[in-house]
């Protein structure tokens, strides 16, 4: 079983930034499909970006031009980039990891993400 655990949230300014992380113990994740998602106070958990073992990306509209998924080279980190930050950003952030054709998924338990002046 894969144990994902999020680094990386805080408090945050409009327009600051912040860098996420994703790591799992006693496992690498170069195999894994990573999906970043979020979930905001009395809303649904909604995808953020996705970085698939060949280290394509995909994001969602809202966060486009500002967020940056990667691995590292090794293969046992996954990374959220956050620039410009808006309040709208507050969320828990959570990362799932998945292998390609898989049912079953692991999650991390998420980092809190509070962009405020």
């Known amino acids: 079983q894969v144990q994902v655990v999020e680094s990386g949230g805080g408090l945050v300014q409009p327009g600051g930034s912040l860098r996420l992380s994703c790591a799992a113990s006693?496992?690498?994740?170069?195999?894994?499909?990573m999906t970043w998602y979020r979930q905001a106070p009395g809303k649904q958990r909604v995808m953020v970006a996705i970085?698939?073992?060949?280290?394509?990306?995909i994001y969602a509209e809202s966060v486009k031009g500002r967020f940056t998924c990667s691995r590292d080279s090794a293969g046992n980190t996954v990374f959220l980039q956050m620039d410009s930050l808006k309040p709208e950003d507050t969320a828990v952030y959570y990362c799932?990891?998945?292998?390609?054709?898989?049912?079953?998924?692991?999650w991390g338990q998420g980092t809190q993400v509070t962009v405020s002046s």
């Open positions: 006693k496992s690498s994740l170069s195999d894994y499909t």
């Open positions: 970085i698939t073992v060949s280290g394509d990306t």
């Open positions: 799932e990891a998945r292998r390609v054709g898989a049912t079953v998924a692991y």
